[in-house]
């Protein structure tokens, strides 16, 4: 079987003056899947959007979306693609069902107030929907900017950062809204900081690292490329550096410790390390012991090994 590609780019390039945004994106979305591009501010995920979307020129590079290609048939890319920016593209002196319905009418979908009217219901906004979009809140205001996009039925759809500022229920809506949009065959492709959303929505995940992407693969491949954490806990503080020896040793990498807990751990691709070694060789060196693990991996342990930055999205959400 082959796969027929959504979104597939090759070396997309991106100057902003001096500043080069985008150093040769690769990258390719199979149809009907949810991609997640995932990594912290600056590494370029808004210029890909901005790019694959027709928004901005590549100054390199080349890329397909739904079959066309983005510069030379950039009218017909416009005609498959929906996208969420991270900034609203609705009217806030509208009401949400003004908003909707003007949208419909504007890229002459049949039957504009019906199609409204579901979109309303479907983001919850049943109830405001004859409200000014200004008085509405971050998460009620992400929710039409979505519907927007959605009213044409778009096969690609583009969401830089959806979740970024929603309180729980608010992100917790949005995810329904990627779900189901996947379940009725829309290939999306979201940025996010947010290692769990990534690892929720994604069935490929692009990590970026300064303009392009450096590893891609589903979540458990990621994490798989990583190996496993191995983790112990000791009864006694100064156990501490005796337990980081025996782990460095084991693991070949460097211990990080967690003083609160009196825990120290490192990651290992080590196949022969297993909980019961680990234990024995903790015993062995004499370490008062209170508790060991080896779990795999979290994203965020992906992120930090495999690009050398913090991805703490809260830290980055500014
Ligand atoms: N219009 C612009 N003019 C100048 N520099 C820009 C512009 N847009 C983005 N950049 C720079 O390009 C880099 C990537 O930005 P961006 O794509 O917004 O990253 P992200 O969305 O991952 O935070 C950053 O260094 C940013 O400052
Ligand atoms: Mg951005």
Redesign the pocket.
């Known amino acids: 079987m082959t796969t027929t590609y959504a979104v597939l780019s090759e070396g997309l390039q991106k100057h ?2 001096p ?1 080069h ?1 985008l150093r040769g994106l690769d990258l390719a979305v199979a149809e009907g899947t949810v991609c997640g591009l995932l ?10 959007v901005r790019l694959l979307t027709t928004l901005l020129r590549p100054d390199g590079g080349s890329a397909r979306i739904a079959g066309h290609d983005l510069v030379r048939e950039a009218a017909a890319v416009r005609r498959r693609i929906g996208v969420t920016g991270q900034y609203a593209s609705v009217d806030g002196d509208l009401t949400g069902r003004e908003n909707l319905r003007l949208f419909a009418r504007l890229h002459r979908v049949r039957g504009p107030a019906a199609r409204a009217d579901e979109l309303l219901e479907r983001f919850g906004l049943a109830e405001v929907a004859d409200r000014r979009a200004s008085v509405y809140s971050g998460g009620m205001r992400r929710g039409l900017d979505l519907a927007a996009s959605l009213v044409r039925r778009p096969d690609v759809l583009f969401l ?2 959806p979740t970024t500022g929603l309180d729980p229920a608010g992100r917790s809506r949005v995810w329904q809204a990627v779900r189901d949009l996947k379940a009725d065959g829309t290939t999306v492709l979201l ?1 996010t900081q947010y290692l769990e959303e990534a690892d929720q929505l994604a069935d490929e995940i692009a990590l ?1 690292d300064r ?1 392009r992407v450096a590893h891609s693969g589903s979540p458990a491949e990621l994490k798989a490329l990583i190996g496993s954490y191995a983790e112990a806990v000791v009864a006694d503080g100064e156990a501490l550096p005796r337990a980081a020896a025996v782990l460095d040793r084991l693991t070949g990498c460097e211990p990080v410790f967690d003083h609160e807990r009196h825990a120290v751990g490192a990651l290992t691709t080590d196949p022969t390390l297993t909980l019961p070694r680990l234990v024995r060789e903790l015993d062995t060196a004499g370490v008062p012991l209170l508790d060991a693990s080896l779990r795999p991996p979290t994203l965020d342990d992906v992120f930090l090994r495999l690009t050398g930055q913090i991805a703490d999205s809260e830290e980055l959400v500014a």
Do not use: L, S
């Open positions: 902003f003056g500043v945004a990594g912290p501010n600056g590494t370029g995920k808004t210029t890909a830089d950062e940025t970026m303009g």
